[in-house]
C-alpha cells in the first residue's frame, strides 16, 4: 500500500467496488494485465484451499518463490530496509529493551525481525508463522546477517491460538502488515488468545489497512477495517485497546492499534 494511502480520499476507498477498479483500471492501464494474472491465480489457489489460512500459505509460497523480499511487501531491497527500520524505531521509541521477551507474529523474512534480534538479548526473540517459504527465508537473513547466537526462535503455525507459548511471558507482541492480509475470524481469534501470553504491563502492536468507508476486501488477501470494529473486538476479549496517532505521522499506508491486559498511559 502506497505511504499516501491514508489520504481522506484513499480512506474512503472501496477497492472492492466495480466503479473503483474501473476508474483504477482507467488512470493505470498499464497494470490491468499484472492484475488479471493474480486474480487468475488466487482464484486457483482458493479452489485448492478454501480455508483463508491454506490459501495465504499458498499465495506466500508462490510469491516468495519469485522474490521473498517483494512477497513480504516491499519492491526493492532499499524499501525492505528501511521499513524495517521503520519498525524496529518504533518500538525503540516505546520503550523495547534488550532484557525484553518479543513475539513477532507473521515474522516474514525478518524485515524487521533481524534488528530486533540483533537488539534483544540472546533467545528472547520468537518469530512465528504461516508459511514455511518464507520461514526458509527468514533463516537465510538470519544466517547473512551472523544471528546464529542470538538463538532466535522461529516456529511455523497453522492458526493464531498461540496454545504452545507460555502464559504470562510477552512484554511485547507485535504483527506487522499481518491483519491487512486477515479477515475477521483471524483477528479474532488471535485477540482471544494474545492476552494469555502477554504480561500484565506488556502490549500487542499491530498494523492494518484502515478504511472509514464500507469494510471490504480485494482477493481475499487484502482487507480493510474500520478502527471502532478492531478496537471492539479486542474490548470484546477482555483488553484495552489504543489507536496510535504516532504511528500515523509516518511515511506507512497502514494504521497502528495497540492492545493491552491493563490500561496503558495514552502513548
Ligand atoms: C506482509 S508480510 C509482513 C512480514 C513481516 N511482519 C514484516 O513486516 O516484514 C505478512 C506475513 O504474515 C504472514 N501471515 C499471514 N497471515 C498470517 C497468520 N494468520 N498467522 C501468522 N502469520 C501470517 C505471512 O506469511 C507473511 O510472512
Not at 41 to 57: S, T
Not at 119 to 130: A, F, K, Q, R, S
Not at 137 to 150: D, F, P, S, V, Y
Not at 248 to 257: A, L, Y
Request: include cysteine.
Amino acid at each position: 500500500m502506497p505511504a499516501d494511502a491514508k489520504s481522506p480520499k484513499k480512506l474512503s476507498n472501496n477497492r472492492a467496488a466495480l466503479t473503483h477498479k474501473i476508474g483504477y483500471a482507467l488512470r493505470h492501464p498499464g497494470r490491468v494485465k499484472p492484475y488479471i494474472r493474480r486474480a487468475g491465480r488466487d482464484a486457483w489457489l482458493r479452489v485448492k484451499h478454501p480455508d483463508h489460512v491454506g490459501y495465504y500459505r499458498a499465495v506466500m509460497a508462490s510469491d516468495t518463490r519469485r522474490n521473498p523480499e517483494a512477497a513480504v511487501g516491499s519492491k526493492t531491497h532499499d524499501r525492505w530496509l528501511a521499513l524495517g527500520q521503520m519498525q524496529f524505531d518504533y518500538l525503540i521509541e516505546h520503550g523495547l529493551r534488550p532484557e525484553h521477551r518479543m513475539l513477532d507474529i507473521g515474522c516474514g523474512n525478518l524485515r524487521g525481525g533481524w534488528r530486533f534480534i540483533t537488539h534483544l538479548d540472546t533467545g528472547n526473540y520468537y518469530g512465528i508463522d504461516i508459511s514455511p517459504d518464507i520461514l526458509m527465508a527468514a533463516k537465510k537473513t538470519l544466517t547473512e546477517r551472523r544471528l546464529q547466537e542470538k538463538l532466535p526462535h522461529l516456529t511455523i503455525i497453522g492458526d493464531l491460538t498461540l496454545d504452545f507459548l507460555p502464559g504470562n511471558h510477552f512484554d511485547v507482541v507485535h504483527a506487522h502488515s499481518v491483519f491487512s492480509h486477515s479477515p475477521l475470524e483471524v483477528i479474532d481469534e488471535c485477540l482471544a488468545h494474545v492476552g494469555r501470553i502477554l504480561t500484565d504491563t506488556g502490549f500487542f502492536d499491530f498494523t492494518f489497512d484502515r478504511t472509514e468507508g464500507t469494510e471490504h476486501q480485494v482477493l481475499g488477501e487484502d482487507f480493510y477495517y474500520r478502527t471502532e470494529t478492531l478496537l471492539e473486538l479486542a474490548r470484546k476479549h477482555g483488553l484495552h485497546g489504543q489507536f496510535m496517532e504516532d504511528w500515523e505521522k509516518r511515511p506507512h499506508g497502514q494504521s497502528k492499534i495497540r492492545v493491552s491486559r491493563s490500561p496503558l498511559p495514552a502513548a
